[in-house]
Each structure stands twice: as C-alpha cells, then as structure tokens.
C-alpha cells in the first residue's frame, strides 16, 4: 500500500514541476540514450555471397513435413477477397 501511495504522490508532484526542470529530464534521458547507442552492437553488414548462400541452403528448413514436388496435373487459380489473394490448387 506504501507504494502506492509514494506512486501517486510522484504523479501528483510531477504536475507542479517547473519547465527548467522539466527541460534538465529530458536533457538527461537524451544523453542516456546517446550512450546506450553507442554501447549497443552494431548491425552487421551482409554482404551479397551471404545472401546467395542462405538462400540456397533453406528451402527446406521452415517446412513443417516435406512433401515431393508434383509435376502432374493443372493449377488452377481461384481468386480471394475479390481477387487481392489467390489460393492454388491442383486439378
């Protein structure tokens, strides 16, 4: 219950804080961020060998139960959501 009450007292203390006060928080939150940032990894750089080889090495790995290809037959195309999407079918 002490917590709440001290919460509630913050709020309301937090209407009644001057605008230089106000001005300093943000100044700090902002500087905490910059340094964050810069502490933070960078993103790494992929280059287009990488691309090429993930893309070949994971046709397979998201599918649930691997099925063969079937090559026989007609694929029909039946229009959804008044034509925005399609779902395929074999005949």
């Not at 203390?13 to 940032?37: I, P």
């Not at 139960?65 to 395929?88: A, F, K, N, W």
Request: aromatic share 4%; with cysteine.
């Amino acid at each position: 219950m002490g917590v709440l009450l001290k919460l509630i007292w913050y709020a309301v203390a937090g209407l009644f804080r001057s605008r230089a006060a106000l001005q300093t928080e943000v100044l700090v939150l902002r500087h905490q961020l910059n340094v964050l940032r810069r502490k933070a990894p960078k993103r790494v750089a992929i280059s287009k060998i990488d691309r090429l080889v993930r893309t070949h090495l994971s046709p397979h790995k998201d599918a649930p139960i691997r099925r063969d290809v079937c090559r026989t037959g007609r694929v029909l195309s039946l229009p959804i959501l008044g034509g925005l999407h399609h779902q395929y079918v074999r005949v």
